[in-house]
T-cell receptor, first 109, second 116 residues
Framework: EDQVTQSPEALRLQEGESSSLNCSYT??????LFWYRQDPGKGPEFLFT???AGEEKEKERLKATLTKKESFLHITAPKPEDSATYLC??????????FGKGTKLTVNP | EPEVTQTPSHQVTQMGQEVILRCVPI?????FYWYRQILGQKVEFLVS????????KSEIFDDQFSVERPDGSNFTLKIRSTKLEDSAMYFC??????????????FGSGTQLSVL
């Protein structure tokens, strides 16, 4: 069974304090690893898809990387508006995405 | 950027009643999905739909659930006889092509269903 574990569950940073979020996964035949941002009461907002180990993608202050067992979401010099829950999901040999519980990020000014 | 639209944003119903949750996927998209998120828990897959039929469903998606694309724009999720444990945020999602072909899966803002 495909599984995703995210850590930490919650993270508090000061504005400008860089850090990383972890997503560990087990999946039969990875077809894609997805990162989403979710604000309270809203739907997940797409950030990145990674397909193979060694791949990296960047968007503004965010950079996602992928190995054979885990993915990291690096946040460089975060701002308060980066506060959200970040979700990781994997797609294995089917149509569905399997999500982790997320990391709730709070960035204090 | 185009959006997936869901209505209503909140739905309150009595246990045993039927509810229909509505979604308007992005206009050129062909693959449609329903997910749900019980408060404090993970986002869970319910069903995928392509070419007017279900392509995959989870164990949660039992005989009480059904999906339909009644016209060229709407995609609905029906729960025939709601239970307390159906209370959750329900998300509709869509893509233009199959996932894993460099496609983004776009989610709507959700319908919060409360079963009393």
């Amino acid at each position: 069974e495909d599984q995703v574990t995210q850590s930490p569950e919650a993270l508090r940073l000061q504005e400008g304090e860089s850090s990383s979020l972890n997503c560990s996964y087990t999946v039969s035949g990875l077809r894609g690893l997805f990162w989403y941002r979710q604000d309270p009461g809203k739907g997940p907002e797409f950030l990145f898809t990674l397909y193979s180990a060694g791949e990296e993608k960047e968007k503004e202050r965010l950079k996602a990387t992928l190995t054979k067992k885990e993915s990291f979401l690096h946040i460089t010099a975060p701002k308060p508006e980066d506060s959200a829950t970040y979700l990781c999901a994997v797609q294995g040999g089917s149509e569905k995405l399997v999500f982790g519980k997320g990391t709730k990020l709070t960035v204090n000014p | 950027e185009p959006e997936v639209t869901q209505t209503p944003s909140h739905q309150v119903t009595q246990m045993g009643q039927e509810v229909i949750l509505r979604c308007v996927p992005i206009s050129n998209h062909l693959y449609f999905y329903w997910y749900r998120q019980i408060l404090g828990q993970k986002v869970e897959f319910l069903v995928s739909f392509y070419n007017n039929e279900i392509s995959e469903k989870s164990e949660i998606f039992d005989d009480q659930f059904s999906v339909e694309r009644p016209d060229g724009s709407n995609f609905t999720l029906k729960i025939r006889s709601t239970k307390l444990e159906d209370s959750a945020m329900y998300f509709c999602a869509s893509t233009a092509q199959q996932l894993a072909t460099n496609e983004k899966l776009f989610f709507g803002s959700g319908t919060q269903l409360s079963v009393l």
